[in-house]
C-alpha cells in the first residue's frame, strides 16, 4: 500500500484521467470522480484505484472498497454496487501506468536529507566536475577529477571515486561505492552497492597466491537499475559492460569481465562469473550460476537455481544443475520421480 507517511502523489486525478493513461473504456462511474491514490484490493477505499486480475482474488473484489478498479471485460458482473470500473485486457499493466502516474516521483531514489545543491557535510574535491543542479548529501565523497551531471542525486555516505563519470537525472543511493566507473544517464543506483571494486583474479606461486591486477573499468549504459547490495566487479584487462535498459535485483555479483547485454532481468542472489557474456533481453532466475567464460544468446532464459556451465543457444530455456534445456530437464526430473516410487513401493 501507498502509505501517505512516506508516499505522497503528486495530485489526484480524475476517472477519466486515469482510463485515458490505461487505455481502458469507463464501464461505470463519474468520469470526474477523484482518483487519489492506488492500493490492493483489500487496502483500497473510496478515493483509491485497484485491480482484478486473477480469480485467485475473486472473493477479495467482491468485497473491496475501492472507488474504482481496473477489471477484464468477463469480470464486471462480479463488482461491487457503486464502484466505478475501468474495463481493459491488462488490468495490472493498467494499475501501474496510472501509479507511476501519480508517485512519479517514487520511481528513483531522492535525497533523504531532502538537500539542494552540495551539503555542507559532503566533501568534494576542488578539482570534480558537478554540472547544475546536483545533490549530494552528507558524508558523501566525490573524488578528484570525477564528474557527474546535472539532476543526479548522491545519497549520504555514498563514495565517487577519482576520475568516475556519472550522467545526468541519475540516482545513487546511501552508502553505494562507485569505482573507475562510467555511468550513463537515469540510472538507478540502490543503496549498498558497489561497483568498480578489484575483481577477483590471482595465479598461484611458490608462496601462495598472486594478485593479478584489474586495469579494466565498469561501463553502466543508460537506463539501467541496479538493486542494493549488487557488487559488480571492474575488468581485469577489458572492461565490464552492463547494457542499457538492463535491471538487476539486489545481491548479484557480477564478475570481472562481464559483458551484460540490453534489457536483461537478473533476480537475486544471481552469481556471473568471470569474462562471461550474456546477450540482449536475457532472463536469469534467482539464486542461478554462470561459470566463467560462457556465452549466454540473446532471449535465453535461465531458471531459478540453475547452474550454467556451457554456452546457451539464444532463445533456449535452460533448467537444473547443471543447466540444460527445459524440456529435456523435466523429462529427467519425471523418470527420477518414477524410479524413486517404485523404490518406496518396493517394485
Same mark, same amino acid.
Given at each position: 500500500?501507498?502509505d ?12 477519466a484521467?486515469?482510463a485515458a493513461l490505461?487505455g481502458?473504456?469507463i464501464?461505470?462511474g463519474?468520469p470526474?470522480?477523484?482518483?487519489e491514490g492506488v492500493k490492493p484490493l !483489500?487496502l483500497a477505499?473510496p478515493? !483509491?484505484?485497484s ?6 482474488y475473486?472473493?477479495?473484489f ?8 481496473l ?12 464502484m466505478a470500473l475501468?474495463?481493459t ?9 496510472i501509479a ?5 516521483a517514487?520511481? =528513483?531514489?531522492?535525497?533523504?536529507f531532502?538537500?539542494r545543491?552540495v ?10 566536475r558537478?554540472?547544475d543542479?546536483v ?6 565523497v566525490?573524488?578528484?577529477g570525477?564528474e557527474i551531471?546535472?539532476?543526479t542525486v548522491?545519497g549520504?555516505?555514498?563514495v565517487i571515486?577519482a ?5 545526468r ?8 561505492s562507485i569505482?573507475h566507473a562510467l *555511468?550513463?544517464?537515469r540510472?538507478?543506483?540502490h ?9 577477483f583474479?590471482?595465479?598461484p606461486?611458490?608462496r601462495?597466491m598472486?594478485?593479478v591486477?584489474q586495469l579494466?573499468r565498469v561501463?553502466v ?14 575488468g581485469a ?9 538492463? =535491471? ?5 555479483? *557480477?564478475?570481472?569481465?562481464v559483458?551484460?547485454g540490453r534489457?536483461c532481468?537478473i533476480?537475486?542472489?544471481v552469481g556471473?562469473?568471470?569474462?562471461? =557474456?550474456?546477450?540482449d533481453?536475457?532472463m ?5 550460476g554462470v561459470?566463467?567464460?560462457?556465452t549466454i544468446?540473446?532471449?535465453?532464459k535461465i531458471a531459478a537455481g540453475?547452474?550454467v556451465?556451457k554456452d546457451v543457444?539464444?532463445?533456449a530455456?535452460?533448467l537444473g544443475?547443471?543447466a ?5 530437464a523435466l ?10 516410487e517404485k ?5
Open positions: 500500500m501507498a501517505p507517511f512516506f508516499f505522497h502523489a503528486a495530485k489526484p486525478m480524475t476517472l484521467e486515469a490505461a481502458a473504456e464501464a461505470a463519474d470526474a470522480q477523484a482518483i !483489500d477505499g478515493r !483509491d484505484l485491480f482484478f486480475d486473477s480469480t485467485r475473486a472473493a477479495a467482491r468485497a473491496t472498497a475501492a472507488g474504482a478498479c477489471v477484464r471485460p468477463e469480470n464486471t458482473g462480479d463488482a461491487p454496487k457503486g475501468l474495463i485486457k491488462e488490468p495490472y499493466r493498467g494499475y501501474v501506468t507511476r502516474a501519480l508517485y512519479e517514487e520511481l =528513483k531514489p531522492r535525497s533523504p531532502g538537500a545543491g551539503d555542507a557535510g559532503a566533501s568534494v574535491h576542488p578539482d570534480a558537478l554540472e543542479g545533490v549530494v548529501d552528507p558524508g558523501a566525490v573524488g578528484q570525477a551531471g546535472s539532476g548522491i549520504a555516505n555514498a571515486g576520475g568516475t563519470r556519472i550522467g537525472d541519475c540516482a545513487i543511493g546511501p552508502g553505494a569505482l *555511468i550513463g544517464d540510472v538507478v543506483i543503496p549498498g552497492v558497489r561497483i568498480g571494486q578489484d575483481g583474479g590471482y595465479i606461486g611458490p601462495g598472486i594478485k591486477p579494466g561501463i549504459q543508460d537506463d539501467v537499475e541496479i538493486g542494493a547490495g549488487t557488487a559488480i566487479d571492474r584487462g577489458r572492461d565490464t559492460m552492463i547494457g542499457e535498459g538492463t =535491471k538487476i535485483d539486489n545481491l548479484v555479483q *557480477i564478475g570481472h569481465n559483458s551484460i534489457h532481468i533476480v537475486s542472489h556471473i562469473s568471470g569474462s562471461v =557474456k550474456i546477450g533481453y536475457v536469469m532466475g534467482g539464486q542461478s561459470s566463467e567464460h560462457v544468446g540473446d532471449r535465453a540453475a547452474g556451465i543457444p539464444a532463445g530455456a535452460m544443475q547443471p540444460r534445456p527445459m524440456r529435456e523429462r529427467a526430473m519425471a523418470v527420477l520421480n518414477r524410479l524413486a523404490e518406496t513401493k518396493g517394485e
